[in-house]
């Protein structure tokens, strides 16, 4: 190879690396991770009234998909898994009254009754440690009904929140154009 040919090369290879850079400043320096999760794991962490409370839950995307009512395992009448993969837990260190209903102290996994009127159910499950499909019925210790309104703006990543609010607080589930919530005070 002659020391012309071999500097063309080098040249080439310094003109490749230059496009690949400028191409990457054009996109904001941002590039995908392939191994990165399509929905990553993220938990909510807060005390409320003296109870502390955690939900940790996997963020599924939108995607440009329909979901509610789109989604297999998301059809109306369905018990949705109220997150992506695992199942999501929830953990409060006091019990937790909605309405007449009562959550004891303890961990238990949450799931949501998902019905076109409205009408959705938060399902609190005494099993754990599943992945979120693996719901069962009969671990049910639970069922609250919240309340279904429609988003001003879609939201692209699910989102699970705990806020205070009134005398207690709400566990809210905000996705696509549904936001549901179910209001708690803590005993």
Do not use: C
């Not at 909605?98 to 099993?127: C, D, H, M, R, S």
């Not at 009904?145 to 705990?162: D, G």
């Amino acid at each position: 190879m002659s020391f012309t040919h071999t500097l063309r090369r080098g040249a080439y290879a310094v003109a490749a690396l230059s496009l690949i850079t400028v191409s990457a400043s054009a996109q904001g320096g941002m590039q995908m991770d392939p191994k990165a999760p399509a929905s990553p794991r993220d938990s909510v962490i807060t005390t409320i009234a003296g109870s502390d409370i955690t939900v940790n839950y996997g963020r599924p995307s939108k995607r440009g998909r329909v979901i509610f009512n789109g989604l297999g395992d998301m059809k109306w009448g369905m018990v949705w898994r109220t997150g992506a993969n695992e199942a999501t837990h929830f953990t409060t260190s006091k019990p937790l009254a909605f309405g007449a209903i009562t959550v004891p102290a303890g961990t238990y996994t949450l799931f949501t009754k998902l019905e076109e009127n409205g009408k959705w159910e938060l399902v609190v499950n005494k099993q754990t440690k599943q992945w979120g499909t693996a719901y069962d019925a009969k671990q049910d210790l639970v069922r609250i009904p919240m309340t279904v309104t429609s988003n001003n703006a879609v939201v692209e990543k699910m989102e699970i929140m705990v806020k205070p609010a009134g005398k207690g607080g709400e566990i809210i589930v905000a996705w696509d154009t549904y936001k549901a919530v179910a209001g708690f005070t803590v005993k």
